[in-house]
C-alpha cells in the first residue's frame, strides 16, 4: 500500500495481517480530499494484489472470492475502498466470533 499526499509524495506500507489492510483503507469522497487541499491523504493499495495475498498468503479462498468480485466490478478505486472494507471488517468479526468459541470450549 501507500500513502498519497500533494505535499509529501507517496510513503509505502506494508500489512502484516488483515486487521491492519482494514485500518488502512479510508473511504474518502473527492469534496473531502478537495477541502483538505494540500493536507489530504489517500491511502491507496493494489486491489488485485490484496485478492492473490489474501487467497495466497492468509488462506482464507472465500474472503479473496468476495474481494474478486468486488474488484471485477471494474469501478474507480474510491468506490470500490468502502465495500472491500466492510467485507473484510465483516470477515473480521467472523474470526473473533471463531476464535471466541474455541477459548470458551478449552475453559469450560
Known amino acids: 500500500g501507500a500513502i498519497l ?3 509529501a509524495g ?3 506500507k506494508f500489512f502484516r ?3 491492519e489492510v482494514e485500518e488502512f483503507l479510508v473511504p474518502t469522497t473527492v469534496e473531502e480530499l ?3 487541499g494540500p493536507k489530504a491523504k489517500i491511502h491507496h493499495l493494489d486491489v488485485l494484489m490484496l485478492v492473490c ?3 495466497d498468503t492468509i488462506g482464507d479462498t472465500e474472503l479473496a472470492a ?3 468480485t468486488i474488484v471485477g466490478s471494474q469501478r474507480p ?3 470500490l475502498v468502502p ?3 466492510q467485507a473484510i471488517a465483516k470477515r473480521l468479526e467472523q474470526y473473533h466470533t471463531v476464535l471466541d468459541d474455541e477459548s470458551e470450549k478449552k475453559t469450560a
Open 66 to 68: 468476495s474481494l474478486e
Open 17 to 19: 495481517s488483515l486487521s
Open 10 to 12: 507517496s510513503s509505502r
Open 34 to 36: 478537495t477541502a483538505l
Open 77 to 79: 478505486y474510491g468506490l
Open 53 to 55: 495475498w489474501t487467497r
Open 5 to 7: 499526499a500533494p505535499m
Open 83 to 85: 465495500e472491500i472494507k
